[in-house]
C-alpha cells in the first residue's frame, strides 16, 4: 500500500504539528466553562486585588483545595494580557500532554518500532479524557506531566542511564507534581517505584531513590511553601491545606465521594475508543505473563497500583485516573507485538470502528428522537461522516490485517474530526460558559439603568463577576414572588429596585409556580440561560 505508506511517513514527520492544528480552532473559538475555569478565573481576580500569593479565597471564603501553581498561572496571563487569555491558559494543559507523549516515546524508543511508537502516541493523544483533560483549562495534566517525568527519571536512575542532574530533578519533578495538584503527586510516584523495588526484590536500595537527597529537596520547597502559607493565611488556612484537604478526601471525602469500584466503570469510557484494546491487551498479558524486561515490568506496576491506591482513595472523578493513563497505552505498546497476530486484537479494534461507522446514522436518528439540534450547523453532519469514514477505513485496513496502520488511521480520523468540529463551537458557545449572558445582560442593564443582579438556582453563578464586575445576589422563590408583587402594587418603588435575573431555561420547564411568577416579563434566551428585567 504504498499510498498509506506515504500517509504514514507525513503523519509520523509532522504528527505534533498535526496534533497542535487538530486543536488550535477549539483555543480559539472556545469559552470558559462555568463549573471550573471561571471559577478560576475569579479566584486569580481576587488573590490579585488582595495581593495574595500563597493563598487564595473564592468571594471571600478560603479556597485551599489546590496547591497556586496553577493559580499563579492564570495570574501570570492577567497580567501580561488584561484579560484571561484562553489560548494562553490552554497551552499549560496541551503543551504537557504532549511533553508527555513525546516522553513516553522516547522511553519506548529502543524497545519497540518507529510505527508502534506513532501508534501509542496517538491512542494516547486521543483518548477520550486524555485530549479532554488536555483541551480544559485545570492542573491535572500539569501534574501528570510531572509524575511522567519522575517516573522517567527514577527508570534512568534505576537502568543506570541517569546524568549527575538526575538525582536532583527526581525530586524536583515530584514536588512539582505536588505543586500542581495536591498529594496524588506523591503518591503515584511514592507507591509505583517502591512496589517495583519489591517486584525486583531490590527494596533494599530504597534509600537510592528516597533517601537523604529526594527527601531533603521535598521536606525543603514543601518548607518554604507552607511558611508562606502560614505567613499570608494562618494557621487555619494552612490547617485545611495540610489535613482537610488531604486526608478527609482520601479518608471520607466531602466531595466527589464514590464507591471502590467507581473506576472498574469508569475506564472503560476514560479510555475511549481504545479501551477494549488496552484492556484486552493487558488482561492477555497477564494471564500468558509475557512480562519479561524491567520496563514492562514497572509500567505494569505504575498502571494496576495507581488504579488500585486510587479506587482505594475516597474522592473520585474519572480525571484522577489521568496519571495512570500513559501507562495503560503503552504496556499496550509494549505488549501488541506479541499479539498483533491474535483474531481477538483485531475484534477488539474492529468494535469501536463498527460504532464510529454508524456515526452518520446515529445522527440521523438523534434527530429524530431527540431535541438535539443535529443540523443546527452543516459542520455536525460533516464531524459524523468523518468518523464513519474513518471507522469504514479503519475496518478496511484491518481486513488487511495492518493492526498498527488501523490504530494510526483510526487516530488521525479523530483528530480530524476533532478539527473540524472546533468550528462548530462559536456557534454552541452559550451552552458551555457564561460569556454570552453576561454581556449580553450586562448590556441590557445599562440600557435600562439597571445595577442589581439577581441569580436563582445556578451552581457557581458567583463566579459570573469575573464578566459582569459584581456578584448575582442569590434569591429565593419567595423573594422572587415579593418582589413581583411589589413591582405590582408600587410602580415607582419597583423601577427603583429594577434588576437582572439570571435564570437556567430548564428551572421554568420543571416549576410552574416559577414559570408563572415570571410570566409576561422581558426573558432573553441566551444558550441554558434566560435573562430576565425584573
Not at 484579560?83 to 522516547?106: D, E, N, R, W
Not at 512480562?291 to 480525571?319: N, R
Request: aromatic share 16%.
Amino acid at each position: 500500500m504504498p499510498f498509506m505508506n506515504n500517509v504514514f511517513s507525513f503523519i509520523k514527520k509532522y504528527r505534533f504539528l498535526l496534533f497542535i492544528l487538530a486543536v488550535i480552532p477549539m483555543f480559539v473559538f472556545r469559552d470558559f466553562t462555568r463549573n471550573n475555569e471561571l471559577r478560576y478565573m475569579s479566584i486569580a481576580d481576587e488573590a490579585l486585588r488582595n495581593g495574595n500569593f500563597f493563598t487564595f479565597t473564592n468571594h471571600g471564603i478560603n479556597y485551599a483545595d489546590k496547591p497556586p501553581l496553577y493559580l499563579w498561572i492564570v495570574m501570570l496571563g492577567k497580567t501580561l494580557f488584561g484579560t484571561h487569555s484562553m489560548l494562553f491558559l490552554a497551552m499549560f494543559s496541551y503543551i504537557p500532554a504532549l511533553v508527555i507523549i513525546y516522553i513516553m516515546g522516547k522511553w519506548v524508543g529502543k524497545a519497540v518500532p518507529e510505527k508502534s511508537r506513532l501508534a501509542g502516541e496517538i491512542m494516547l493523544l486521543t483518548s477520550v479524557f486524555f485530549i479532554g483533560s488536555a483541551v480544559v483549562l485545570r492542573m491535572d495534566m500539569l501534574m501528570c506531566m510531572f509524575i511522567v517525568l519522575s517516573l522517567y527519571t527514577f527508570f534512568r536512575i534505576y537502568s543506570g542511564e541517569a546524568k549527575k542532574r538526575d538525582r536532583w530533578l527526581f525530586p524536583l519533578f515530584v514536588f512539582m507534581a505536588i505543586f500542581s495538584k495536591g498529594p496524588i503527586g506523591i503518591l503515584v510516584p511514592l507507591v509505583s517505584t517502591i512496589l517495583f523495588l519489591i517486584v525486583k526484590k531490590d527494596i533494599k536500595s530504597i534509600g537510592r531513590y528516597w533517601g537523604v537527597k529526594t527527601l531533603g529537596v521535598l521536606i525543603g520547597l514543601c518548607a518554604v511553601w507552607f511558611t508562606g502559607v502560614f505567613l499570608e493565611g494562618g494557621p487555619e488556612y494552612l490547617n485545611n491545606l495540610l489535613f482537610n484537604q488531604t486526608i478527609n478526601r482520601a479518608v471520607d471525602s466531602f466531595h466527589h465521594k464514590e464507591p471502590f469500584f467507581y473506576y472498574m466503570i469508569a475506564i472503560w469510557y476514560s479510555l475511549a475508543p481504545w479501551a477494549f484494546l488496552m484492556i484486552g491487551v493487558l488482561v492477555a498479558g497477564l494471564i500468558k505473563k509475557v512480562s519479561s524486561t524491567d520496563l514492562e515490568k514497572f509500567f505494569l506496576v505504575i498502571a494496576l497500583s495507581t488504579f488500585t491506591v486510587l479506587s482505594l482513595v475516597s474522592s473520585k472523578i474519572q480525571v484522577y485516573m489521568l496519571p495512570a493513563f500513559p501507562f495503560f497505552a503503552y504496556i499496550t505498546v509494549l505488549w501488541l507485538p506479541k499479539f498483533e497476530d491474535r483474531k481477538f486484537v483485531k475484534i477488539l479494534l474492529g468494535v469501536p470502528a463498527v460504532v464510529m461507522s454508524l456515526a452518520i446514522a446515529g445522527l440521523i436518528a438523534a434527530n429524530m428522537f431527540t431535541d438535539f439540534p443535529v443540523f443546527e450547523s452543516f459542520l455536525i453532519p460533516i464531524t459524523a461522516t468523518i468518523v464513519s469514514i474513518t471507522g469504514l477505513i479503519t475496518l478496511w485496513i484491518l481486513y488487511r490485517k495492518s493492526i498498527y496502520n488501523a490504530i494510526i488511521s483510526m487516530g488521525a480520523g479523530l483528530l480530524l474530526a476533532v478539527f473540524t468540529i472546533s468550528f462548530y463551537i462559536p456557534q454552541y458557545n452559550p451552552n458551555i460558559g457564561m460569556r454570552a449572558v453576561s454581556e449580553q445582560a450586562k448590556e441590557t442593564a445599562i440600557e435600562h439603568g439597571i445595577f442589581n443582579y439577581l441569580s436563582y438556582n445556578i451552581p457557581r453563578i458567583e463566579n459570573i463577576d469575573v464578566y459582569i464586575g459584581v456578584v448575582p445576589r442569590e434569591v429565593t422563590i419567595e423573594e422572587l414572588e415579593e418582589r413581583v408583587n411589589a413591582a405590582k402594587s408600587i410602580d415607582s418603588e419597583a423601577a427603583e429596585e429594577q434588576a437582572v435575573l439570571f435564570i437556567m431555561q430548564s428551572e421554568l420547564k420543571k416549576d410552574e409556580k416559577l414559570a408563572k411568577l415570571l410570566e409576561g416579563k422581558e426573558k432573553y434566551p441566551v444558550g441554558y440561560f434566560y435573562y430576565v428585567i425584573l
